[in-house]
Nanobody
């Protein structure tokens, strides 16, 4: 599975952005898709995730401000970010947890990462 992230940019505090993560390849192997972010000097952290069944979870720091959703027809997962704060500044990455059978009929579990997209929130 290949993931293409887009939608980052520069926005003022209080503004909004929508990130997109378009998937291609073995779409049926995707069990969950998540957004992570990494700010300079900090560890990568989970922002939000959505399973193939539609369950979602969010980091406490973004609850009530960010919404993760998906469009199955477009094989795309979105992260709507509202009320952005300077602390949200980071490189955002999408990731997909995959599960499929290989040529030996063995179950394979792996994670695929997209490239990052920069989000900068000015005060």
């Amino acid at each position: 599975v290949q993931l293409q992230a887009s939608g980052g940019g520069l926005v003022q505090a209080g503004g909004s952005l929508r990130l997109s993560c378009a998937a291609s390849g073995n779409i049926g192997s995707i069990k969950a898709t998540a957004w992570y972010r990494q700010a300079p000097g900090k560890q990568r952290e989970l922002v939000a995730a959505i399973t193939s069944g539609g369950s979602t979870n969010y980091a406490d720091s973004v609850k009530g401000r960010f919404t993760i959703s998906r469009d199955n027809a477009k094989n795309t997962v979105y992260l709507q970010m509202n009320s952005l704060e300077p602390e949200d500044t980071a490189v955002y990455y999408c990731a997909a947890d995959l599960q499929y059978y290989n040529a030996y009929d063995e179950i394979v579990v792996e994670r695929s990462w997209g490239q990052g997209t920069q989000v900068t929130v000015s005060s």
